[in-house]
């Protein structure tokens, strides 16, 4: 029985490279999906609206036009604006393209790469891999 | 010195773990999990969860098989967790748990996890209102390694969010209060022994064993650990309420910390050596079947003196269930 992954665009949005030795930022991780899937998660405004200001947004936008293009959906999901709407708490319609992007987009399978050293952490059954060998660590 | 430290962990951490990971999530069923298992996570991180404005972000270093369960009880608070381990059979025993949960119609927002050395820890600094670390430090085979994870704890904290840690105590509750002989140890876990069989051929003479090896099997094996009418340990510098205490232990027996609890179901009496004789005399390596854990168990004290001077206000320091807690608050970068 395939068990759901949990590599979400929220937790993507969480996860650095930073560790690396010589890595300034780390963030964010470029999304190298070979595999997604949309999973049905309960909309839960409240939720978002609390989660909103504690994340990356840009973060969370440039993950998902690299999902886009990447093209592995049979519908692409949706866009978001490149900044938060200042009536978000408000604002159903966005709340739920920010839900959709955040807790329904799962990555099956692929890898996450860090942004200035270009080096692979591979998804295997969901969870993301951060381990790092002693000689790469700052 | 320092590669010794990486590979007693290796060898006494996260290779046992990794082994027990299948075990332990069974043994989760009946709510006799290990100590931060049994019946949900512990009273500390329950409080804290609470604690917490709704809606805040929650890392959980070191989360083992129980992320699930915290993920659970975060979500019921509008919380979310993120759980860092750096076991994958811990991980998937985790999801394997909330999947089995799930499936029972109980719709909870998943745990997120991810593999990663707590020591260099993947995730955003100042991104989060709390951080839990729980049974996690006391593993950890030296001062510095032990200063590095909360060192890791404070940068990953915004500015006012939470810490929680909890390590095994040193003192130990009961009447008369009781405590370990040192404060490195080797733990048995209640493993079953493999049969043995008269037909085994003797075993091959060992190799020599590397110096860090040798000083390791003089690490004191649990057995002696009641020191408390042996030796006249027990100083009585433990601080312990001892109502913190009745559910684990009455007057003349003391339950070990089981973990899980279905391995080691039986109660010990006081000068009981654990090990019922196996563990031969103290230089002797234990038998394969038994498998060891490494613990650094902390005095009252150590863990506020374990995170000085890394950014952390130390509001508090209890006892709960023999283990010493810490909770303390990320101050602003201005302060230091």
């Known amino acids: ?138 | 010195a320092a590669e010794a430290e990486a590979a007693l962990e290796e060898r006494f951490v996260h290779r046992v773990y990794s082994c027990m990971a299948p075990a332990l999530a069974c043994a989760d069923e009946g709510g006799s999990g290990g100590c931060a298992n049994r019946r949900g996570p512990p009273a500390c991180v329950r409080d804290l969860l609470r604690d917490l404005p709704p809606g805040c972000l929650l890392a959980d270093l070191g989360c083992g098989h129980s992320a699930a369960a915290l993920s659970r009880l975060a979500a019921a608070r509008g919380h979310l967790a993120v759980g860092a381990d750096i076991c994958l059979d811990l991980l998937l025993a985790a999801n394997d748990d909330w999947h089995r949960r799930r499936s029972r119609g109980r719709q909870r927002r998943q745990p997120l996890l991810v593999q990663a050395d707590v020591l260099r820890c993947p995730l955003r600094s100042a991104a989060f209102d709390a951080v839990t670390c729980v049974s996690v430090v006391h593993h950890l085979a030296s001062r510095d390694r032990r200063r590095r994870l909360l060192a890791e704890a404070a940068r990953l904290l915004r500015p006012g969010g939470r810490l929680l840690v909890t390590a095994w105590a040193f003192e130990q509750p009961g009447r008369p209060a009781r405590s370990f002989n040192c404060q490195d140890l080797l733990v048995p876990w209640g493993a079953p022994e493999p049969p043995q069989t008269p037909a085994l051929p003797p075993p091959p003479k060992p190799p020599p064993r590397p110096a860090w090896q040798r000083r390791l099997s003089s690490l004191p094996l649990l057995a002696g650990f009641f020191g408390g009418s042996r030796n006249g340990g027990g100083s009585g510098d433990c601080q312990a309420d001892s109502s913190d205490c009745e559910s684990d232990s009455s007057d003349c027996e003391f339950r070990i910390r089981e973990f899980p609890a279905s391995s080691c179901p039986r109660r010990h009496t006081a000068g009981d050596c654990l090990c019922d004789g196996a563990c031969g005399a103290a230089g002797a390596p234990a038998s394969e079947g038994r498998r060891l854990r490494y613990y650094h168990v902390f005095r009252q004290g150590e863990l506020a003196d374990c995170a000085r001077g890394l950014g952390l206000d130390c509001l508090r320091e209890w006892h709960e269930q023999g283990n010493w807690c810490l909770s303390a608050r990320r101050m602003p970068p201005s302060y230091y």
């Open chain 1, 1 to 138: 029985i395939f068990k759901i992954s949990n590599m979400k665009l929220i937790l993507h949005n969480m996860l650095t490279s930073a560790m690396i030795k010589g890595v300034k930022k780390g963030y964010p991780l470029l999304l190298r999906a070979t595999k997604v899937e949309l999973q049905p998660v309960e909309f839960d405004a409240g939720f978002v609206v609390h989660m909103l200001p504690r994340l990356d947004w840009s973060g969370v936008t440039a993950a998902v036009q690299c999902l886009n293009q990447l093209d592995l959906l049979q519908d692409p999901l949706p866009e978001l604006p490149p900044t938060v709407p200042d009536d978000y708490a408000n604002n159903e319609d966005f709340l739920r393209k920010a839900h959709i992007a955040l807790m329904q987009l799962d990555v099956i399978e692929g890898c996450l790469v860090c942004p200035e050293t270009g080096r692979e952490f591979p998804i295997a059954k969901g969870i993301p891999n951060m381990l790092i060998n002693d000689n790469e660590a700052a």
